[in-house]
């Protein structure tokens, strides 16, 4: 993201499509890309990427919009997107917001939790979406990255972030006591690193998920818009470290 425009990026709305008439994505004067939350889809490279260092430096707004407006703030990156636009989360008669993918969650309490999106190819066929990952379950069975964990295949679901709170509410402005991103309106650094099959998550410095086997190993960047304002001064993509500084 270059601070000047939106180039190399094209917008999907469920509601009008490849068009933008509300603004939903806009670069400002300080060339902070402001994300209005007045929608559901993303911004999405006309690109396809692998093996890369993505670094995001991202902070809430106040907005907050129809369904989700009383909600936890929630945005998304969606990695290694494949197939037609909207093939998640919808039906051929009402394409979808999302794509085939592996998913860096963005919600509060949630920030670096693993979503594996297995949507629909252009036939109507399920595509392929997977990622192996260490876990342990919660009270509730619900599994968490855990580098001591039993690896375990999934191909649909949620592999929450090592520390995301058992009593974690859908509630707007919900924290845990554990997350590591940061709170109210200040900037949050994420970072992911995806090297061949394998992905990892990192919030403020803190590594919170990673996953191996990961399907699709390629493909765009969809940074979502799911009713809650979010701003952006920071979206790059670079080189990979050695192997030994991945953390």
């Not at 008669?93 to 969650?105: K, L, N």
């Not at 297995?118 to 509730?140: I, L, N, P």
């Not at 919030?203 to 998920?209: A, D, E, L, S």
Request: glycine share 12%; proline share 6%.
């Amino acid at each position: 993201m270059n601070g000047k425009d939106l180039g190399l990026w094209y917008t999907w709305l469920t509601d009008d499509r490849y068009e933008d008439p509300r603004g939903v994505f806009t670069i400002l004067p300080d060339g902070i890309l402001r994300i209005s939350g007045d929608g559901f889809g993303g911004l999405i490279t006309k690109q396809e990427y692998r093996d890369y260092h993505l670094v995001m430096e991202y902070r809430w707004g106040t907005a907050t919009w129809r369904t989700r407006k009383d909600k936890a703030r929630d945005g998304g990156l969606l990695l290694h997107c494949q197939g037609p636009d909207g093939n998640f989360g919808g039906s051929a008669a009402q394409p979808g917001p999302w794509m085939t993918s592996v998913e860096c969650q963005i919600i509060e309490g949630g920030v670096g939790d693993i979503l594996v999106l297995q949507g629909k190819d252009a036939e109507g066929k399920t595509m392929e979406a997977a990622a192996t990952s260490r876990v342990t379950r919660d009270r509730d069975g619900e599994p968490a990255w855990a580098a001591d964990g039993k690896a375990e295949r999934f191909t649909k679901g949620r592999i929450n972030w090592f520390g995301r709170d058992p009593d974690w509410k859908d509630a707007l402005g919900y924290r845990g006591k554990s997350d590591p991103d940061s709170p109210g309106q200040e900037w949050t650094t994420l970072e992911c690193f995806c090297r061949g099959d394998t992905l990892v998550y990192r919030v403020n410095g803190v590594v919170v998920n990673r996953a191996s086997e990961v399907l699709p190993r390629q493909g765009k960047i969809l940074l979502q818009t799911e009713g809650a304002e979010m701003f952006v001064r920071k979206l790059e993509l670079r080189p990979l470290p050695a192997p030994d500084q991945i953390p």
